[in-house]
């Protein structure tokens, strides 16, 4: 984040900002231990199944 570009910065501290404003501690909590029992179980945690794909698609989105 230091050596990015003040404009992507500040776009991610506004997303950033956002997700914070709409989520509670309770989604936040459930997302982690979801998370930690697809670990467990060996499995990929759903969080990073979605990035992965959001990464995926990022290309085809914003080119």
Do not use: C, I, N, Y
């Amino acid at each position: 984040a230091l050596e990015m570009p003040d404009e992507q910065r500040l776009l991610h501290v506004r997303r950033l900002r956002a997700s914070v404003r709409a989520e509670d501690l309770g989604w936040w909590l459930s997302r982690q231990l979801r998370d930690l029992a697809a670990v467990k179980s060996g499995g990929r945690p759903p969080s990073r199944q979605l990035r992965d794909t959001t990464r995926r698609f990022e290309p085809l989105l914003f080119s």
